[in-house]
């Protein structure tokens, strides 16, 4: 081959190897430089509503664009995930993710969904199981719920968020050797709340924010685990209760790593801010902090554990 050959050949080589790093240094290259959805799969009012609209000006502030929050309801968070699978994976769609919620829903073969492989961008804050009543019940304790269960077995009825409240409460109930008639609410606890307060059922399966925001008009009978609800005051924790509910923010499958590391360092400095990391921890929440790799490790553990 002549000089002139080799020399031919090597620009070439250069000019393609000078595309190929402009072409993939250029996949986030002015992203994001359009308005960003966010999907919550609840009805306005739960838990995951709060979230968002926590989170929301801080990340439009972050990315410098707007952040506009719309709701998929239905099968117990199923409808809002399914749509968030079906989105396009370029960073503009995210969505709520509610752990061990998306891992109980991902089980059944319809949902078309597997919660192992969304792309995930960080967990923000748990909250430990709550077992609620409207004020003006009967149940003054979660002693009286306990001899009440066993005079009248079946007889008490208390809501929950779609398969995983039944399985939460279920949990609780083999603890306190009770049986009772589980009535499950679509739509999340939103939809769940009017139905204590109107006294519909007799108790609710959640977690301790919603006992801390509902607290003049509901009352906890118990949370999950052995660490107090400073907000909660006095009510009794069981420590065999390993209740837990845990959010976060995802993005479709197969969304590029570095548009996820984009949304992560937004999704952190709006977090550790001071008014949003005050307003999780009074709201009976534990503030997370998390990378992508944490929070995709974190759901693996809930797929092992709720998996099956």
Do not use: C
């Not at 072409?23 to 919550?40: L, N, R």
């Amino acid at each position: 081959m002549t000089q002139h050959n080799y020399l031919r050949k090597g620009i070439l080589g250069a000019v393609a190897g000078a595309f190929v790093a402009i072409t993939a240094g250029s996949v986030s290259a002015g992203y994001p430089d359009k308005p960003i959805t966010f999907i919550v799969p609840y009805s306005p009012g739960g838990g995951s509503d709060q979230q968002a609209r926590r989170l929301q000006p801080g990340l439009e502030k972050a990315l410098g664009v707007k952040v506009r929050i719309i709701y998929k309801t239905g099968g117990g968070g199923a409808v809002g995930f399914g749509e968030l699978w079906r989105s396009k994976n370029d960073g503009y769609t995210i969505s709520n993710v509610v752990v061990p919620n998306i891992v109980i829903a991902g089980k059944k073969a319809s949902v078309g969904f597997k919660a192992g492989k969304f792309s995930y961008i960080g967990m923000t804050e748990r909250a430990v199981g709550a077992l609620m009543v409207p004020k003006g019940s009967k149940f003054k304790t979660l002693k009286d719920f306990i001899a009440e269960a066993k005079a009248n077995p079946g007889k008490i009825t208390v809501a929950g968020v779609g398969s995983t409240g039944k399985v939460n409460m279920a949990a609780l109930g083999s603890i306190l050797n009770i049986k009772y008639t589980y009535v499950p609410v679509s739509g999340g606890v939103g939809k769940m709340i009017p139905m204590l307060l109107g006294k519909h059922v007799d108790a609710g399966m959640t977690a301790s924010n919603h006992a801390v925001k509902h607290r003049a008009k509901l009352n906890a009978l118990v949370v999950a685990g052995s660490k107090k609800i400073p907000a909660l005051g006095n009510v009794p924790n069981e420590p065999k209760w390993e209740y837990m509910t845990t959010w976060g923010v995802m993005a479709p499958p197969g969304t590029p790593a570095d548009r996820v590391k984009i949304l992560n360092a937004a999704l952190l400095k709006t977090t550790r801010a001071p008014s949003v990391a005050n307003a999780i921890s009074k709201g009976g929440y534990e503030n997370l902090y998390q990378t992508p790799a944490e929070a995709a490790a974190y759901v693996g553990a809930a797929v092992k554990k709720f998996g099956n």
